[in-house]
């Protein structure tokens, strides 16, 4: 597995459409379009092409799972009509919303709200290139690619406050100045107990990270900052419990109040691009990633792409799990919600790097095992 | 951010109907609040008086769109009192069979809407299912789901199908179970108790003085409910208890309902007893002939025999789910009620929002608003 990376086969890829363009092509243009800078720049691009198809479909069919999974929780059956069970519901939906007038609101500010919306979305798609979804993703070349992951994450409520801004409306404003001190406060826990992972793991590679988890899961010794980052995650991504810049009770659509067509796709997307980043993350820091436990029988971890299988099931579970707290769970209030963010779930991630500090201290738990490579 | 005031309506999703919350806010806290009434007005009470008795009721169920059967009650008394008409005693009973089944009813759509409110989006269409079932058992009976048109002047339309009170004891049974369900999703939920204790408090002193009736004055701790205090239809002959609850918040009033909704079940259950064992006329047989039958048209001999029929003037009051209705109807001896006037209880309750919105934070406008049961079709009428 490991030889065959997504980049080597974009590159066997593209230097083999290019090689076969330069054979039919006179030999003043084949030594041009055989030029090794150009097939790597091609390379790059099908390499990007891939990444942005595989996220776009996983993204929409995570709505999909969504809606079915509400449906069955709220005791109907979601979307039954487009398709297989409704499976290609959300892509006549998108079809509907691109094919939609988007106007822009007298006096809007127009640089940042059709600005707003397209960063919102670029961002949530860089994070795509940084995350490893199996083994032969990408060779690891990145040695802090969780650092990067986290940081491209966070520059989310600054795009958001721009368009809500430059949006001109009142909801908007407030749903965007909710969005910005709520995803602000958020942050510095769910960094604290990333540094609990990285304590143990000895790396900010997400790479190294999985590989670390060889003898046990993160979230048995680290569960601690499994709650922290699951919690901070939910109000990251903006979901109930913690939706209350779009609490469609009061604020309308919160800051997205007035988008329209294919402004509002873009941060429907992106939001659930951000979902899809966020179940990723919990299970490439705390579920072992691509790899499965020991104890699982080889021929269900052997077949071709068994890792990637294996990650997206396990990325799918996590994303249930927050659609079931959103199907059961009402809306905080803002105070409460900042209350509990600096309040309790500071002091708690604080607690789980301690407990981290200790298991790298001890090496070995009575449970779980040893820690594979003595941390840092 | 400096003060400001923002329209919550009259399209707004917390408003649930058509009327603005004006509020003014520094931030998240809200400073001063101004509730208008008036976008959904039909002149409901002045078309009354150019309509025979028995079309008023058409009416009636467009004041409350949820409570349709309260409504039609209300004015059914009043206009019975005015033309000094008494109606037999098993419509009586279906008078309450139908304003009990309203009231779940009214507080199963109630229930949805404030869990909505909070982000509770799974008994949003629990909520939602089990109104249905009440729906349906309407439908049987009445051959509409919303809009009934099903009390006369001087009884009912019809009598029951065979079948029903098996079907409505299947319905009662299903809601009997579902209650303890309603309560976890709500009381057991941690989050839930912090945003609704000790909110949109209002005390029953602050009731009074603004009128506020029903689960609102009941939640303050104030044992008032009209089908115990002034009882009309059968409901001194039936057996039940008032809610009440002393917390004056919006959990308070969420309790109240909740515990309505189970004695509602109560009545239910001795009405459907009563009903199985008491057959007999639903209409009174010696109606003016200028009413009509229940089906038949009203001809052009109305108008000869209306002359002499003796003037009279109706007063009615009635507990429905929002509060306290009231109607006054004077009959002048013609044909149509020379004036019809009604007093909504959701009229009051909006009006003392200043009372219980000002001070808290504008994400708690939606709960309490949802703890007050706005229904606007009875409000502008």
Redesign the interface.
């Known amino acids: 597995m490991a030889s065959a990376t997504l980049y080597s086969v974009s590159y066997d890829l593209s230097s083999a459409l290019l090689h076969g363009l330069g054979s039919i092509l006179p030999p003043a243009a084949a030594s041009v379009v055989t030029n090794s800078d150009l097939i790597v720049g091609l390379a790059v691009l099908i390499f990007a092409v891939i990444l942005l198809a595989a996220s776009m479909i996983n993204t929409i069919v995570l709505i999909w799972w969504e809606r079915k999974l ?1 449906g069955r ?4 059956r979601g979307a039954m009509h487009v398709g297989y069970a409704g499976l290609l519901q959300n892509f006549a939906d998108g079809l509907k919303l691109f094919r939609k007038n988007t106007f822009q609101p007298e006096e809007a500010d127009a640089l940042g709200f059709y600005g707003g919306p397209l960063a919102y979305m670029v961002t949530s798609l860089i994070i795509f290139g940084i995350l490893p979804i199996s083994s032969g993703w990408n060779s690891g070349a990145l040695p802090l690619t969780l650092l990067l992951a986290l940081a491209v994450f966070s520059f989310a409520p600054l795009f958001i406050f721009i368009s809500a801004w430059s949006s001109n409306n ?2 908007s ?2 749903g965007g ?1 909710r969005s910005a001190a709520q995803m602000i406060a958020y942050e510095v826990p769910i960094l604290l107990a990333v540094v609990a992972v990285v304590i143990v793991s000895g790396s900010f590679n997400l790479t190294t990270i999985v590989y670390e988890q060889q003898n046990y899961w993160f979230w048995g010794p680290l569960v601690v900052a499994l709650i922290v980052f699951v919690a901070g995650m939910l109000a990251e991504m903006e979901r ?2 913690f ?2 810049p779009e ?6 659509e919160g800051w997205n109040t007035e988008y329209g067509g294919m402004l509002f796709a873009f941060f429907m997307l992106a939001d659930y691009l951000r979902a899809l980043v966020g179940s990723i993350l919990v299970v490439l820091l705390f579920l072992g990633g691509w790899t499965m436990p020991s104890w699982v029988p080889s021929a269900a971890t052997s077949f071709p792409l068994a890792g990637i299988v294996w990650f997206m099931v396990k990325t799918y579970i996590v994303f249930g799990l927050f659609v079931w707290v ?11 919600l900042l209350r509990v963010g600096w309040n309790r779930m500071i002091p708690l991630s604080l607690l789980s790097i301690f407990l981290a500090a200790v298991l790298v201290t001890v090496k070995c738990l009575p449970v779980f095992g040893c820690v594979p490579s003595m941390g840092v | ?1 400096s003060e ?1 005031w ?1 329209n ?1 309506g009259p399209q ?3 408003t649930h109907g058509l009327w603005n919350l004006r509020v003014k806010i520094d931030g ?1 806290m809200i400073l001063d609040v101004d509730p208008e009434m008036g976008y959904l007005h039909r002149g409901i009470e002045k078309i009354s008086e150019d309509r025979h008795y028995n079309e008023v009721i058409t009416l009636m169920d467009r004041c409350c769109y949820v409570a349709g059967f309260a409504w039609e009650h209300l004015y059914i008394l009043s206009a019975e009192e005015a033309l000094h008409l008494r109606p037999p005693e098993r419509a009586e009973y279906l008078r309450v069979l139908c304003d009990e089944f309203q009231r779940i009813g009214s507080h199963l759509m109630w229930y949805a809407a404030f ?8 008994p ?3 909520g939602m ?1 089990d109104r249905d079932l009440v729906l349906d058992l309407f439908q049987s009976y009445t051959g509409a789901r919303m809009t009934y048109e099903y009390m006369r002047v001087g009884g009912v339309r019809n009598d029951l199908p065979p079948g029903f009170s098996d079907q409505a004891r299947k319905v009662l049974d299903w809601l009997d179970a579902r209650f303890p369900e309603y309560d976890q ?1 709500c009381l057991g ?1 941690t ?2 108790r ?2 609704c204790d000790n909110l949109g408090l209002l005390k029953a002193s602050d009731c009074v003085a603004h009128g506020v009736t029903g689960p609102m004055l009941r939640s303050a701790g104030m044992k008032r409910d009209l089908r115990k205090d002034r009882p009309y239809a059968a409901y001194d002959r039936l057996d039940f208890e008032v809610a009440v609850a002393d917390g004056a918040d919006v959990t308070a009033r969420y309790l109240v309902r909740m515990e309505e909704m189970r004695q509602s079940v109560r009545i239910l259950r001795q009405v459907l007893d009563w009903l199985d064992h008491h057959p007999g006329p639903v209409l009174a047989d010696r109606l003016p002939r200028w009413l009509g039958a229940p089906y038949a048209p009203i001809g052009n001999e109305g108008y000869l025999l209306k002359r002499n029929y003796p003037k009279g003037v109706g007063f009615s009051a009635v507990e429905e789910p929002h509060g306290e209705a009231q109607a006054y109807v004077v009959n002048d001896g013609g044909e149509h009620p020379y004036r019809v006037k009604f007093r909504s209880p959701v009229f009051a309750n909006i009006s003392a929002a200043r009372q219980y919105l000002v001070g808290y ?6 709960p309490i608003m949802g703890s007050v049961d706005v229904c606007v079709g009875e409000v502008d009428r």
Not at chain 2, 115 to 122: E, I
Not at chain 2, 361 to 366: F, K, N, Q, S, W
Request: glycine share 2%; net charge negative; proline share 6%.
């Open positions: 509400l929780f709220m005791d109907r009142k909801y404003l407030m100045m109930i419990p939706d209350l609490a469609e009770a009061e604020l309308v959103r199907a059961s769970l009402p809306r905080v209030r803002t105070d409460q | 951010m400001m923002i919550m707004h999703p917390m998240e869990v909505q409110d909070l982000g509770l989006m799974s949003f269409l629990y299912r999703l939920s989050i839930f912090e945003r934070h504008v994400a708690d406008i939606p």
